[in-house]
């Protein structure tokens, strides 16, 4: 089992910047994947960009060249991002694939961008 808690939501204005972090617990040497979705009111939960243990980190189209993901170490990840937007507001969630292939979700973090 995984555990994971993300923190790092707020409210932003648009141009602005946020960074998300997501703190794993339990088995986490047995994560492959680590990654964000998120979901605005009335939207499906959609992919925002995951890393794997070996390889590169692949983006939506839609934050491309404005979020970077990334892993500091086995416990941490982290969502960075840039010229925020209005469509960025969403619950965003912290998510891992183990090696077995079971998905571990976190609880969600609130990003809100307006003026």
């Known amino acids: 089992q995984v555990q994971l808690v993300e923190s790092g939501g707020a409210l932003a204005q648009p141009g602005g910047s946020l960074k998300l972090s997501c703190v794993a617990s339990g088995r986490v040497f047995s994560i492959r994947t680590v990654g964000w979705y998120r979901q605005a009111p009335g939207k499906r939960r959609e992919l925002v960009a995951t890393?794997?243990?070996?390889?590169?980190a692949t983006y939506a189209d839609s934050v491309k060249g404005r979020f970077t993901i990334f892993r500091e170490d086995v416990h941490t990840a982290y969502l960075e991002m840039n010229s925020l937007k209005p469509e960025d507001t969403a619950v965003y969630y912290c998510?891992?694939?183990?090696?077995?292939?079971?998905?571990?979700w976190g609880r969600g973090t609130q990003v809100t961008v307006s003026s």
């Open positions: 998510y891992t694939r183990d090696f077995g292939g079971s998905d571990y």
């Open positions: 890393v794997p243990n070996s390889g590169s």
